[in-house]
């Protein structure tokens, strides 16, 4: 447990169990408002006034400020207090999302969803701080479990619960929605959550923060440009510019006495793997839910909702597995975890590749319900082993990296899946605009066999790696 003289602590009463809900709750939020949008384009176009193309700025300006702000959310939170800056930054994004469906312009529009990015930059890591600072290592996995499994839901169903609000109701009330549940969560925080600033207060490394901001900015614009319009000068030479910046970045923070991203946390050597090994799963793992719903539309011919029904599926694995996840972790350990169900991972996503138009319906659900339950358990085990031997000391720096570097992963993740989809549609002749069955089978091919690589990290691990948080007992 933290010294209560340097950290935020959770009130010890009988609803400090609701805490970990009260972040997963702000987690859902931010991660459902980054894809339920992306159905309504055509209708938030048309109500605007503007081009449907153009309204992918609002996309992209959320994900850039989400990128931007993250580095700087820990420093935030030692300055000021994590209750402090989580109930501030639930308080922002909730009057980001009043103003995104009260917006009469395109301008007011993008400027409310960079505010909402802003908020949701805060709100993420620093709930996330909150949680790790205050679970005993007992109760690590279970914590974080329930704060996984919103990010894990939100790119589910934000497509599908998109297109019901935009075709039976109005897609204003896609923000507006979120505003009962931020104001029940700011009265939540002010209630459960305690605050007490550190007395070290470290001044703010304003060259980081600009070079690492532009940086993130410069690569995840280039990623979205890969996503959406495929390979050109642009996207590469944004995506170049932005990793030149960053390990720019990463050279001067080993020379900065506070630098914004602490990367010694890195000599921990479960954190290490999580980060460069645990990335990789998450980046081949976070490829299918783009690539399934686009397969189910253009090559199996669904509509948008029935994609979305379809895809439900992976959802429902997700929730399954939740409760017996540190049942399995007890039994088996991270390391034989990890490595089993990369494999079965990999299995999944090269299951979907087999899926055509002629596929049941059930056994598309079968293969959807696999792969959630995959997802999830990997995600779970990333996330807390990547902190169980950090130690109190550098766990506010160590989760705004594992934060920055998350939100990249997510990026990188879409961007891959359409990668593959241009270069398969090249490969094989065909058009674009209307990719085959035969074109993402050869994507889900190519990325299954990639999250096999991520075996080679899982296996450096030592046999009882985390066994104070998964509490396994390994015996040689």
Known sequence: MPDSKSSDSINLSSSSRFIPWIVAAAFFMENLDGTVIITALPQIADSLGVNAVNMSMGVTAYLITLAVFIPVSGWMADRFGARTVFGSAIAIFTLASMLCGLSQTMDQFIAARILQGFGGAMMVPVGRLIVLRNASKSELVKMIAIITW??????????????????????????????????????????????????????????????????????????????????????????????GLMSFAVWYAKRHPYPLLDFSAFKVPTYAITIYFGSLSRIMIGATPFLAPLMFQLAFGYTAFESGLLFLSAMLGNLALKPITSTILKQFGFRNVMVGNACLAAIATILSGFLTADTSIWIICLVMLFYGLTRSMQFTCIQALAFSDMPSEKMSSANTVFS????????????????????????HGGDIANPSGNDFQWAFFIIGILMLISLLGYLKLKPDAGHQVSGHVYKP
Request: with cysteine.
């Open 150 to 243: 919103p990010g894990l839901m939100a790119p589910i169903i934000g497509q599908p619960l998109g297109g019901f609000i935009t075709t039976f109701t109005n897609w204003r009330w896609i923000f507006f929605l979120n505003i009962p549940i931020g104001l029940l969560g700011i009265l939540c925080v002010i209630k459960l959550i305690s605050n007490q600033v550190p007395t070290q207060k470290r001044p703010l490394d304003w060259i980081g923060f600009f070079v690492i901001g532009v940086g993130l900015a410069s690569f995840m614009f280039g990623i979205e440009s890969l996503s959406t319009v495929g390979i050109s000068q642009t996207s590469i030479g944004s995506c170049l510019i932005g990793f």
């Open 404 to 427: 920055t570097v998350a939100q990249l992963n997510m990026g990188i993740g879409v961007a891959l899946g359409a990668i593959l989809i241009h270069f398969t549609v090249w490969w």
